[in-house]
């Protein structure tokens, strides 16, 4: 045999290689069980079936017809408080009515750990075909409504010396924001249109650009900065040595200037929220990969201090991941915390509100949480592409299956308008949505309802101080077991 015969023979048996490739890598992993059943407080949770490639299901952003909405929920309008910005992702409403959003997207920096150039290939392209991965616009804007109409007439640029800014937070003057890598504080009073002054960094975080977003919350007495930290992988495939500092939320005390790990096990934390009713720390995250369109759910649950989830050894509570490579630690069943409430598999829940007093959803929304889905890329068929309230009942806990409150995002040919990141509540009761690939606020509001009561705050009766210690069985069950 010749040598050109030879490499032609080398070739064909390339392309027949690649051929059935791109065959198996194109046929999804379509999801068997009903969406309501992957959903809720109890969800129901297949056998895991690993991945050798993903399930690929990108919708292609087309952007917005001038006079097209999303499709709001009955009793709902909605309308464009803001649109031709570039890549709008998290939202900051302050006590003045300003609206401050982040213009930005991953940082051009390599992720740390282990790399594949193959999975790093398929990873860029995907990002593309989705809409992200254009470059980081890095700047903050401020929007401000000066006639009442629900409508952005004056925007400006506060700073654009970012690096992917996301989380924002203000009190007393201080303007916080996470970069992904580093959390700063800004001298800022409530009407500037700019900051002018040099900002002081609080602390250090382990930068993107996976899982990149860096989300902030103050304390109620903003003695506190609460920080959200995503993985740099899926299951830690880089190397634990790569997720030191991440897949937790971080507290930061202000006064002392001190943090400590606040929660920890979470792959990816976004939104964070107070709850009315009990005023925990509560947070939505995204799970884990490559084990089908029907695992593993996304979830919403409170996060007490110290509270561990189990990534990525388990998820939900007790079901091991066995593709982890990594030593996994023992006894962890035994305290890692089962999430509160599924959002359904692969939603890529984002932003976080629960109601609040003079928000005007009407009746039907004012007792729960609304959460932004960025939407799937591996999941067939689709999910998210919405936001979405969780009814919570008198206790404070949720219960129900969420509902739809904006959807219409996605197309029937599998491509979409947008995609819904953040959530904030305006100043007049609407709430803001920002939509990243289209470059639109989207204003929601009932127009005929009355401004929410406050969600009362569950309290109840303190047990009495003991004032003197005993032990034995007097101790612990009175004298009457003592004597006998």
Do not use: C
């Not at 250090?204 to 103050?218: F, V």
């Amino acid at each position: 045999m010749s040598i050109a015969k030879k490499i032609g023979f080398v070739l064909l048996v390339i392309l027949v290689v690649l051929a059935i490739a791109a065959f198996v890598f194109t046929r999804p992993d379509r999801a068997d069980l009903p969406w309501s059943d992957v959903t809720g407080t109890d969800p129901t949770l297949q056998q895991p079936e690993a991945e050798t490639f993903p399930t690929i299901g990108i919708a292609e952003p087309i952007g917005w017809g001038a006079n097209d909405t999303p499709i709001p929920a009955e009793g709902l309008s909605v309308s464009r408080f803001a649109e031709g910005l570039d890549h709008p992702r998290t939202l900051l409403t302050l006590p003045n009515g300003d609206v401050l959003v982040s213009l930005t997207d991953a940082p051009a920096v390599r992720a740390p750990g282990e790399h594949n150039w193959i999975e790093d290939k398929i990873a860029g392209f995907l990002f593309g075909r989705a809409g992200s991965d254009t470059g980081s616009p890095d700047k903050v804007v401020l929007l401000r409504d000066t006639t009442g109409d629900g409508k952005a007439d004056k925007r400006f640029v506060l700073g654009d010396d970012f690096n992917s800014p996301s989380g924002l937070a203000w009190a007393n003057d201080i303007l916080f924001v996470a970069n992904h890598d580093a959390v700063w504080a800004y001298n800022y009073s409530l009407g500037d249109t700019s900051l002018s002054t040099k900002p002081v960094k609080i602390m250090d975080l382990a930068p993107g650009p996976n899982h990149w977003m860096r989300n902030l919350l103050l304390s109620p007495d903003a003695s506190k900065l609460y920080v959200a930290v995503g993985s740099a992988s899926n299951i830690g495939e880089r190397g634990m040595e790569a997720e030191e500092g991440r897949a937790l939320i971080w507290e930061y005390d202000l006064e002392n200037r001190s943090q400590r790990i606040y929660g920890a096990g979470l792959r990816n934390p976004n939104g964070l929220a107070w709850n009315p009713w009990s005023g925990e720390l509560w947070t939505t995250v995204n799970e884990r990969d490559m084990l089908g369109s029907d695992l593993v759910p996304d979830y919403l649950t409170n996060v007490p201090v110290g509270a561990q989830y189990g990534w990525p050894w388990v998820y939900w509570k007790d079901n091991v991941d066995r593709r982890v490579k990594a030593p996994m630690p023992q006894f962890i069943t035994e305290y890692t915390r089962r999430p509160e409430y599924a959002l359904g598999p692969h939603v890529a829940a984002l932003g976080l509100v629960f109601a609040r007093e003079g928000a005007k959803l009407g009746p039907k929304f004012s007792s729960g949480a609304l959460i932004a889905q960025h939407g799937s890329w591996n999941r067939e068929p689709p999910s998210g592409y919405n936001v979405v309230y969780v009814p919570f009942d008198a206790r404070g806990n949720p219960t129900g299956k969420p509902v739809p409150v904006l959807s219409g995002f996605l197309t029937d040919d599998g491509k979409t308008h947008g995609r819904p990141t953040w959530v904030s509540w305006a100043a007049d009761g609407a709430l803001l949505v920002s939509d990243d690939t289209a470059g639109i606020i989207w204003r929601v509001i009932d127009k005929d309802a009355d401004p929410a009561p406050a969600i009362e705050r569950i309290t109840g009766e303190r047990l009495p101080p003991q004032r003197e210690l005993r032990s034995g069985l007097q101790g612990a069950f009175g004298e009457e077991y003592a004597r006998e």
